[in-house]
């Protein structure tokens, strides 16, 4: 059966170690699949000419990010396996990996992260049989449990509105990708003033295919009252009556008190990942990221024969 790895460069199959998956390191082979753009899921540097499997938004934004020239692939067919690619649901562009061992017809889905939701057009991830299941586990414990979208947007829109009425400076704190073109698709978008510039770039980026943007002004200041697109940690401008609003699904936890706060993530909640789980029927499951041992513990009270994926070796080449 196809067995992974991690080691400190990415996720390798043992069966195929020329192949890296979300490499977080320079990857020492010249091929690697990145599942979307996200700066834990790529590494900061790689080498000129790569072979980069990924969805057209994905490729064109990391070859911004990293500045180099990479050689870009849809799909991998060699004589010992396949790769094909489908949608994650976690961002435009996103993709999980569905690899296939030409010898022994075993398939192996590595999910990338990964969300069941559709959210606003984007549509979540639709599951498959596989023999073996690579699956992030970010919301996998059993508190994490997202309400219905979209009344959390209602409740959401009517509080921008409110706070947009009563003359507050309204800043919504976002990921400059992902979650910014979410909310852009979104009710919330048509209450929106400006967009800071560092997300007008990225937008500029997805292929109309995965994200075409509204038509929304950009701001590289905010002087004026109104509603805000922001990343996360935008420079401040001396600001005053601002109400800062921030979508992430760390809001279950309520560690921002002072803050408006609703939990919509890009990541499926706990009851998602054990829906794919069930769908996906695989022989053997291995959890990463998050709360990975949490949930490869609750997979089998489920009689799942299911691990956590830890990082045990430091070079691709040691095995």
Known sequence: MLSPIRTRQGIVIREIPELVLDPTRKPASNIAFISHPHSDHHPSNIKRGTQLIASRSTFNIIAYKLKTVLSFLE???TDRYSLIQVPSGHMHGSTSAVIRDNETGETLIYSGDINDRERFGL????????????IEATYGHPRYLFPDTEELMFQAYET??????????????TYSLGKAQILLKSPIAELIDGIHPQIHTYNRL????????????????????GVFLVPKKPSR??????????????????YRTKSYSFPLSDHADFHGLLEIVKKTDPEKVYTIYGYHREFAKELRKWGYNAESLEINQSKIDSF
């Open 123 to 134: 549509k979540g991830y639709e599951s498959r049989k596989a023999d073996v299941l690579i």
């Open 206 to 225: 997805f292929s109309p295919e995965d994200f075409i943007p509204p038509e929304i002004p950009v701001k590289s200041t905010i002087d004026e009252q």
């Open 160 to 173: 921008i509105e409110n706070l947009k009425r009563i003359g507050r400076r309204v800043l919504i704190h």
């Open 75 to 77: 799909t991998l067919e």
């Open 237 to 254: 401008n001396n600001w005053s009556n601002v109400a800062n609003v921030y979508f992430t699904g760390w809001a279950l936890n309520s």
